[in-house]
């Protein structure tokens, strides 16, 4: 397996069109395909006149989501919901697989959301040229004034862009940041356990009996939970310190424990959500406005 400098690593690579390299961002987003795929075919079939079960839930999400997009692009563009909720699940499920542990989040991949952004921008400039034509598209660039077609352009190139830089740096930007603390805690762990142990089974057997005293005045009324934090952290690094002396086990790291698995459930599940509804919410908005709602007989006799 070749590991691209890049980020993803490549499994292999197809020998058609130059090299199709085939990498783990490839390999989720296909997977993730699948799994939307699956769950379409299966939660719409056999529906019931009075649903039950999954089916209330189901389409109480897909009410939900018909609100949201008649909400923020007008009732006239409800058509766009089924576009809109691929794009959400696709980013919701991309940033979830990632907590696996053996696959990579696809929207930790630049290339996957720049072109979410990429398809989001054609399909706003599709719907100026349908609407005002070519020349009225490009006449848009010179308005206000045409000294300011530059920053127009400028504009236009940026949207895409920021859209994807966003959503790519906060889910990636969390998997690094993971991945750091790890380290350092792994380093420290390794640290704190070679004191103890170079001190001989003695030291660790004193901290663990002191971090058992600790637990068991936790428990009386007088002290109680004033030691338990102590006290676990004493038993903890006591047991482990005489394991490590002993050679019975060594090199786990001990403070890693806990902790960048909190911090893994933030920016997986929590950022990953919020990355999600951030980047639907602006496709949303940015669609919207290039489909304005048509024109009422009595405005267009008013205007």
């Known amino acids: 397996m070749e590991l691209n400098v890049t980020g993803a690593f490549i499994y292999f690579t197809i020998p058609i069109f ?4 085939i990498t783990q961002t490839t390999v989720s987003s296909f997977l993730v395909t699948l799994l939307l795929i699956f769950a379409s075919i299966h939660l719409g079939k056999n529906l ?15 009410t939900m989501l018909y609100g949201m997009v008649g909400e923020s692009m007008g009732e006239h563009n409800l058509h766009w919901t089924p576009f809109i909720g691929t794009i959400f699940l696709s ?28 398809m989001v921008s054609i399909i706003i400039w599709y719907n100026n040229i349908s609407r005002d034509g070519v020349g009225g598209w490009l006449k848009g660039f010179t308005e206000p004034i045409v000294v300011m ?8 190139i940026a949207q895409p862009v920021s859209m994807a830089f966003r959503h790519f740096g906060n889910v990636a930007g969390g998997g690094v940041i993971t991945s750091i603390l790890y380290v350092a805690l792994s380093g420290a762990s390794a640290a704190l356990l070679n004191a103890v ?11 663990l009996v002191v971090g058992i005293v600790l637990l068991v005045l936790n428990k009386s009324k007088w002290h109680k939970k004033r030691f ?5 952290a004493c038993s903890v690094i006591g047991l482990f310190g005489v394991l490590q002396a002993t050679g019975i086990l060594s090199g786990v790291p001990v403070l890693a424990f806990g902790i960048p698995a909190v911090l893994s459930c933030y920016f997986d599940l929590f950022s990953g959500f919020v990355q999600a509804y951030v980047f639907t919410l602006l496709t949303m908005v940015y669609i919207g406005n290039s489909l304005p709602a048509p024109e009422t007989k009595a405005e267009a006799e008013a205007a």
């Open 18 to 21: 130059g090299g199709i390299p």
């Open 48 to 62: 019931k006149k009075r649903p039950d079960g999954v089916q209330v839930l189901v389409e109480k999400g897909v």
């Open 91 to 118: 980013s919701i499920c991309g940033s979830f697989i990632g907590l696996t542990g053996f696959l990579r989040s696809s929207t930790a991949d630049l290339s996957c959301v720049m072109v979410w952004a990429l």
């Open 149 to 156: 077609t530059p920053m127009n352009i400028i504009g236009e």
């Open 197 to 207: 142990a170079a001190n001989g089974i003695l030291a660790g057997v004193v901290l």
């Open 228 to 232: 338990l934090i102590l006290g676990i």
